[in-house]
């Protein structure tokens, strides 16, 4: 088998994993070596379902022990064809892609092919050739093998950019049922250990002058949405606890695309690509607006709003706390108005000092009016024209359907009159 | 009253000293390029000329007022190739001069959030161009890669690569206003260069273009297309010159 035929076969079993970026690394440039990080990331391509391309996402082999349900490399799936790389073919193909400007670096992970540990160590041969041998500066992301040695697992840090664990299924009950032959602590454990090694890099940082770098970019983590039945809410407080305690960077979200008939994943539709975004709409809420994993949603009311987004959701929920005075209120309460992000937050602070803004200012500062004329005055004048009533509100906020690229059915829109209790909302 | 100045940056500068200068209308004040502007009636018409001494008193009372930063956005502006530059660079100076040091970050202000919109453009696709610009191997071992900005962005994709490739030979050729960066592994210099009819690549650039282009395909969820989206991050103006989109 040549490499373009591994090649072809390898990135099909790794497209499920969702995660692209290659920010938070400033690895620096080496004279006469190739490459360097850029921190914020660049996009480098993006694939036809709309996906940004940053790092050749391969798979070291698909070849693999486990039998997950909901995964396309289970080994009972019989009819995907399997292939293995050789670590020189992973490593010539990343400095070639790398040196036409094709990517920003390599996202390596891996079927398990015997034993964890086995499969770690074919990993980290890959990446230690890559940066000792080949000088290589780019971004690597390493997919971290649940099980494998910590201290496997810490050589691997040493090389990378980023590493990551995928926790798969939201809870402990669902991972018994889809994946038997997985532990939730084999992922929690190594997690926590890497968190503990970055501060403990980042402590000694700042008082040595040279000191090896401990996955500078932080560690992410994927879980899959759908496949199980788990509320939003339950996701969101999954999600909340891992920034919170493990300090990870990003938790990605993949909605569940059934790949092949499999009689025990639960849920086996098409799942609505929709509840993935609000749940990524949620997760920014997190990270970049302040909110709590409990304003976002509540114990009543567990579920995301398909029809508006979950800061509107909120700010409907919350009708007291408005209209906010745009020329008054801090920057966090900036934050939570519809309408207003972390952008036009900092425009709408910095153009403040120059006297007080005008509803005409507001959108020349780029605010998405429409949604955040309802939410605030402007010197004490409430454009919006209507009484904040939540059931009002909501009419005039749904994101127009129609206009969107996945449009809607009636189905989607009222599961209750058309097909009843779907499981909350999950078509 | 019409300015008109000769399209380069510090003919820009230039008039600006000048109109600074005299003290006009705000308003009623335009600057344009001398070789885009049309006459009109009633248009008052003042010719005005490229010294560098004038442009580099404007560039440090620039520096000292609103900081480097400042500077930086008024080169980006620069690049957009926007007709309107000049009135609007005007216009923006004036405004913050009144306003003092942050002026330039009064954002509900027209006068400056029409520029800064300038800068925000050639930021914008600047940062996109670093991903999408795609070197092919020639023959001599040389990384050549050919793209058509909107803007003009060249001299600012230069420091990336020079850093991030400095171990190769490679070449940046702007087709589109024919002009290309040449990097030696040492220095970059710029020079006027016409597209190229034949290029002729190394014996291994086909098979690895043929695997990028294979790995384009396969990394798509099939259940998940969405050309509408696909378009929108990546906007057909640029396919020409992306390896993986190139039909042949």
Redesign the interface.
């Known amino acids: 088998m040549d490499a373009l035929e591994k090649l072809q076969i390898l990135a099909d079993a790794a497209k499920y994993d969702v995660s692209c970026s290659s920010s938070g690394s400033d690895r620096k440039a080496v004279k006469g070596a190739l490459g360097n990080a850029a921190l914020p990331g660049i996009c480098h391509s993006f694939s036809e379902d709309g996906r940004c391309i940053s790092l050749l996402k391969i798979l070291f082999t698909n070849k693999c022990i486990y039998d997950c349900a909901y995964c396309i490399n289970r080994s009972s799936n019989s009819a995907m064809s399997r292939a293995e790389f050789t670590p020189d073919e992973v490593v010539d193909l990343t400095i070639s892609f790398y040196r036409r400007n094709y990517i920003e670096g390599l996202f390596l992970s891996s079927g398990v092919v015997r034993n964890p540990n086995h499969t770690m160590e074919l990993l980290i041969a890959v990446v230690k050739r890559l940066r000792e041998v080949e000088h290589f500066n780019g971004y690597i992301h390493l997919k971290g093998i649940p099980g494998a040695d910590q201290h496997l697992i810490e050589t691997a840090g040493l090389y990378v950019d980023r590493m990551s664990i995928n926790i798969e299924l939201p809870t402990t009950k669902s991972l018994r049922l889809l994946a038997p032959e997985k532990s939730r602590s084999d992922m929690i454990a190594p997690m926590g250990m890497i968190k503990d090694k970055i501060e403990q890099s980042k402590a000694m940082a700042s008082r040595y002058k040279s000191v090896p770098s401990f996955v500078p970019a932080g560690q992410s983590t994927q879980l899959i949405v759908g496949a199980t039945d788990e509320v939003d809410l339950k996701i969101i407080k999954i999600s909340e606890a891992l920034y919170n305690r493990m300090k990870l960077k990003r938790v990605y979200y993949s909605a569940y695309v059934p790949v092949g008939k499999s009689a025990i994943v639960p849920m086996n539709q098409v799942h609505s690509l929709r509840r993935e975004h609000r749940i990524y709409q949620a997760d920014w809420l997190l990270r970049f607006y302040g909110f709590t994993a409990d304003e976002i949603l509540t114990r009543e009311d567990p579920n995301l709003d398909m029809e508006v987004d979950p800061k509107c959701q909120w700010a409907i929920r919350n009708p007291q706390l408005f209209p906010m005075e745009i020329n008054k209120v801090t920057f966090m309460e900036l934050l939570r108005i519809p309408g207003i992000g972390n952008v036009t937050a900092r425009r709408i602070i910095a153009a403040r000092r120059f006297g007080n803004i005008t509803f005409e200012g507001l959108a020349k500062i780029g605010v998405v009016m429409k949604r955040a004329k309802y939410f605030v005055t402007c010197n004490g004048k409430y454009y919006g024209a209507i009484d904040l009533e939540p059931w009002k509100l909501k009419q005039i906020l749904i994101d127009a359907p129609g206009k969107k690229a996945n449009q809607l059915t009636m189905v989607e829109l009222f599961p209750q009159t058309f097909g009843g209790d779907l499981g909350g909302l999950s078509v | 009253m019409v300015y008109l100045y000769d399209g380069s940056f510090e003919g820009a500068l230039s008039a600006i000293f000048q109109m600074f200068y005299d003290k006009g209308p705000v308003k009623e004040n335009q600057l344009k390029i001398r070789e885009l502007y049309q006459y009109q009636i009633f248009d008052e018409v003042v010719e005005t000329y490229t010294v560098p001494d004038q442009a580099s008193k404007v560039v440090a009372s620039v520096i000292e007022t609103f900081g480097e930063e400042a500077f930086r956005r008024i080169g980006y502006a620069y690049l957009s190739e926007d007709p309107d530059f000049g009135t609007k660079l005007y216009r923006c100076l004036k405004r913050a001069y009144k306003?003092g040091g942050?002026?330039m970050?009064?954002?509900?202000?027209?006068a400056i959030?029409d520029l800064y919109k300038c800068y925000n453009a050639v930021a914008r696709e600047s940062?996109?161009m670093?991903?999408?610009?795609?070197?092919?191997?020639l023959d001599k071992g040389i990384?050549y890669?050919r793209f058509e900005p909107t803007y003009d962005l060249i001299g600012l994709m230069v420091p990336?690569?020079q850093?991030?490739?400095?171990?190769?030979l490679w070449v940046i050729h702007d087709t589109k206003r024919r002009k290309a960066a040449f990097y030696n592994k040492e220095t970059v210099h710029f020079s006027d260069l016409d597209p190229i009819e034949d290029l002729y690549y190394s014996s291994?650039e086909e098979?690895?273009q043929?695997?990028?282009k294979?790995?384009?395909d396969?990394?798509?969820?099939?259940?998940?297309?969405?050309?509408?989206?696909?378009r929108?991050?990546?906007p057909k103006k640029y396919w020409n010159f992306?390896?993986?989109k190139m039909t042949k």
Not at chain 2, 105 to 110: A, P, R, T
Not at chain 2, 163 to 168: P, T
């Open positions: 306003l942050l002026g970050e009064n954002y509900s202000d027209e959030m940062h996109i670093l991903g999408l610009i795609r070197f092919a191997e990384f890669a990336h690569f850093e991030r490739l400095s171990d190769q291994k098979k690895y043929k695997m990028w294979a790995y384009f396969h990394i798509a969820i099939d259940e998940r297309k969405n050309p509408k989206l696909h929108q991050m990546m992306l390896t993986e």
